[in-house]
């Protein structure tokens, strides 16, 4: 039970610093975080961003390796994503000209790779 609490924990901040190197990867590239961690009653968005006319909804995954973390988003996941930036728009109208798309952020370490449009509604 102990060792449980221990591995929860420690994946927490795990994905809390993989949350944060992936949001200062995305302003290198131009774009504003909009919300972190965004919680609605269908799902979390790890990070919603905005560059121009563009507003992504992101997916951020940490493993030991590049390519389970890429294999870790599940269609249970994309389509809880999909449902709670339903949720954020909703909330956001403004929003909702912009052009949309769901990426993912995988990192492993201090790598990461970003996979634009992973997938569509």
């Known amino acids: 039970m102990i060792r449980e609490a221990a591995a929860r924990k420690r994946a ?9 190197l992936a949001a200062w990867f995305l302003r290198l590239k131009g774009f504003s975080i909009m919300a972190q961690r965004y919680k609605a009653p269908v ?10 006319h563009l507003l992504i909804f992101v997916e951020v995954k940490a ?5 389970a973390a890429l294999f870790a988003v599940s269609t249970h996941n994309s389509r809880r994503i999909s449902a709670a930036a339903a949720a954020y728009l909703a909330r956001h109208p403004h929003l909702a000209q912009c052009d949309m798309r769901y990426d993912i952020i ?11 449009d992973a997938w569509r509604d």
């Open 63 to 67: 493993r030991k390796t590049i390519d």
């Open 106 to 116: 995988a990192v492993a370490g201090w790598r990461l790779r970003h996979v634009t």
């Open 12 to 20: 927490e901040v795990v994905g809390r610093r993989a949350e944060h």
């Open 43 to 52: 799902g979390e968005i790890d990070l919603v961003a905005k560059r121009r």
